[in-house]
């Protein structure tokens, strides 16, 4: 498909054996707004969504579509995407990733106060990345890039609640080059949005996104024998959605095509996995699926994803050999984690300013939970400062363990903040390095107690001998439904005064 590797074509009708699928999701844990190109190289790279965290905007490679490796991030530096002063939900939005005339392109918007509309390119998408040049006349969201025969260059993008909307424009200079003009009103649903245009054959196609992100999200698509339309929508709209159903894969949508090595059409999309009986609360957020088109009367026809075997990770950092955090799944709040910490022999060293998880850019370092079934073990030393453990949705809806020395011993303290509530159990400790654990577990499936509920989340500390159990939480208040941050979970450490050293920091996820 050009549209994926260059600027508009699928691959003609001929049957083909997809390459098999080992793992669904594709990318584990808060990874929204998937986009892929594939490169000379014959790799897959793939770049989603990063909101208000930096690095922004990770990319993964495959060259086989089931392993994928995070290589780095298009946005490196604040200078590039502008996040300083924008709020949550706000942040770097569904951006789309193409391999034109020997680049990567990548366009994005960077919304609510950001840069606006940016495109940037690479000739190694794993950077460096150029500063970007900002495109003026796109004051929407999710843009799209295409380019026809001549190699002029089509943005398209969204403007809720209006109709998908698009531009000429020269990306060298991110001039438009004509007056910004409606291209699609979608099929019929709510908020049309996440659109991206390819070529096959004699026909443009437009993939869509529509009914909103939650339950009744959905993939719809319209055609034409031009690239600015008029737009026909496919009679069988929505072609993809879990809408009414109860898949174990939820709020499907926002896709992008590509053609695999075998020539089968494949889509990326996101989805979430609720948990529990009800099927009401998804922990992980929205993440990266992979499914299969059929094309149908020269219409795409898509299979619902479906869910791989049980994964498992168990990952250690022992930041006492001198580690920092040059892995690139390291991320941090409206600043980048190398401005956070600085590394050293006793550990990773955190500097608090003064600044809680509660403050909108706080001392915080983390990574994405990846797993529905998490344990995650911290050592600090809190002698001087405090800090401690956490997992964040937003700075309003967080958990987690703070810990600090006083005199002889330490204190622990188990908070939960909802919605800006926040709730303490505090315990005493012997002095020392302590040792403070999260572990969430998924809901029974039955009609047992907490069936209905979010994941069972327990708060554990110790320094000496068997572990408190601080609080035993319900999941659902930090999971995409109810904390409505766009994002998912992070867990990471964090410094609010003073200073601590992470001595080690060990995850094991399963799902």
Known sequence: ??????????????????????????????????????????????????????????????????????????????????????????????????????????????????????????????????????????????????????????????????????????????????????????????????????RRGDWWYLLAAEGGTDRGHAVTVARSRRPDGPFESAPQNPILTAAGTGAPIQNTGHADLFDDPDGATRMVLLGVRPVGLAQSFSPLGRETFITTVDWIDEWPCVRMPQLAASRTEDARYDFTTGLGVADPEWVAVRRAPSQLVTASMQGLVFEGDDRTMNAPDPCFVGQRQRHLEVDIRAVLDVRAGTGGLAVRNAEDNWFGIEARGVDNHVVVTGRAVIAGLDHNWEAMLPAGDVQLRISMTPPPGDFSVGAVGGDIIRLFACSHGEPILLAELDGRHWSFETAKAFTG???????????????????????
Do not use: K
């Open 1 to 198: 498909m050009e549209g994926a590797a260059g600027g508009g074509e699928v691959a003609g009708g001929r049957a083909v054996t997809p390459v098999p699928i080992a793992t669904n999701p594709m990318l584990g844990g808060f990874h929204p707004d998937p986009t892929i190109a594939r490169g000379t190289d014959g790799a897959y790279y793939l770049v989603t969504s990063s909101f208000e965290y930096l690095p922004a905007l990770p990319v993964h490679r495959s060259t086989d579509l089931r392993e994928w490796e995070l290589i780095g991030h298009v946005a490196t530096r604040d200078e590039q995407v502008a996040l300083a002063r924008v709020p949550t939900p706000g942040g770097v939005w569904a951006p789309t990733l193409r391999f034109h005339d020997g680049r990567f392109h990548l366009i994005v918007s960077v919304f609510l106060g950001g840069r606006g509309c940016v495109v940037f390119t690479a000739t190694d998408p794993a950077g460096p990345w150029d500063d970007g040049v900002v495109i003026d006349a796109v004051d929407g969201i999710d843009p799209d890039l295409a380019w026809d025969d001549d190699g002029t260059a089509y943005v398209t993008f969204a403007r809720h609640p209006d109709a998908i909307r698009q531009v000429r424009v020269d990306l060298s200079t991110g001039r438009a080059l004509e007056r910004v003009r409606p291209l699609w009103a979608g099929s019929g649903l709510y908020s049309p949005e996440g659109p991206h245009l390819y």
């Open 489 to 511: 979970r992070v867990f990471g450490i964090f410094a609010a005064s003073g200073r601590i050293v992470l001595r080690t920091l060990d995850y094991f996820g399963r799902d």
